[in-house]
């Protein structure tokens, strides 16, 4: 059953970091581009731990379990 979690919550990962760069590449000042990416790559980090167990930030980085 572990296989079939591993795959959304790669998904979660990968949008989460799509969206901090995102945010970081739109930002106007440096202080809102670190802020606003850092709060958006945190949030969707916490929202992947919430629904599968595992806070990732790093979506190239292989699962403990």
């Known amino acids: 059953m572990k296989g079939l979690w591993k795959r959304p919550s790669d998904v979660i990962a990968w949008f989460g970091f799509g969206l901090m ?3 970081v590449y739109n930002g106007v000042t440096v202080a809102e581009k670190l802020v606003f990416g ?3 790559w ?3 980090g916490e ?3 919430l629904l599968y ?3 990732r930030l790093l ?3 292989k699962l403990d379990k």
């Open 21 to 23: 760069v995102v945010v």
């Open 38 to 40: 850092g709060i958006a």
């Open 42 to 44: 945190l949030l969707v």
């Open 47 to 49: 929202i992947n731990h």
């Open 53 to 55: 167990g595992s806070f």
């Open 59 to 61: 979506p190239w980085r």
